[in-house]
């Protein structure tokens, strides 16, 4: 038995697969803020699904950047009180299995890249713009390795800004997501209808997307989130519009795509991750 978890800043889904290569139901409830309760949830609802029966291994994304050991969190902007803490060795004791971790947004990228919108493409650019902004970088199958997560949420793409004087700082994150929005106006990010709010963040995005693609050179580039999935959302034929104005540089642009696996990405991800790593 394989046990699965997508922490993200505001939902964790969890999942159980008997053979590691497909998983059945899955439960999804608020991500506790304490630690300690975040801990036992995940554990009470994999055994749960699990009907206590033993695990072989646990694995998945969990929001934000992790140490370079890839056993706590270092930076957490939604989930403060859970960073710095052991969750590999914390979480292994309470399953009785080898336990491993991954920046949430590798993991949903590494799902997409073998199940859904980036599937056959040697390299995946998978961006997400939802409470926050985030991304990886997929090749051939595999997380692309860095000194740290890649964190392309935070480049700046407005270094005096000009373009939004009301947004908090001038990265991508602060101009893109959710969060961002409901912040400019005092409502959620889905209350806002003026269209010239979403044909700016479409513009922005195109800005941010030039530079994922100058840097990271992928064949295809998967846009996940709320932003880019609800309703309303970033409007993507804008986006590729903007995008055909400003990126010249190659002969022709990669692919842009909306991420397919909806809210299982994370667990498409991590039935891909955990596998890998018991090679």
Known sequence: MFAYFDIGG????IAVSIDGHSFGDHVKFDTPKEYTEGLHAIRDALKSLSDDTPFE?????????????HTMLINSPNLPEWVGKPFVQDMGSLLGCPVYIENDSAIVALGEAHYGA?????????ITVSTGVGGSRIVNGCIDQGAYNYEPGQQIIDFDKSACPECVSAQAENYLSGTATAH????????VKDPQVWEDLSLWLAIFLNNTIVHWAPHSVVLGGAMIVGDPAIPIDRVEEHLNEICWIYP???????????????????LVFVKQQQK
Do not use: H, S
């Not at 291994?57 to 050991?69: C, H, K, L, S, T």
């Not at 400019?184 to 209350?191: G, I």
């Open 118 to 126: 980036g599937k056959g493409d040697p390299i995946v650019a998978y």
């Open 57 to 69: 291994a646990a694995g998945g994304g969990i929001a934000g950047p992790v140490d370079r050991e």
């Open 252 to 270: 022709e642009k990669p692919k842009i795509k909306k991420a397919q696996l909806e809210d299982l990405g994370g667990l498409f991800g991590a």
């Open 10 to 13: 505001t939902k964790t889904r």
């Open 184 to 191: 400019r106006f005092n409502m959620k990010a889905y209350e």
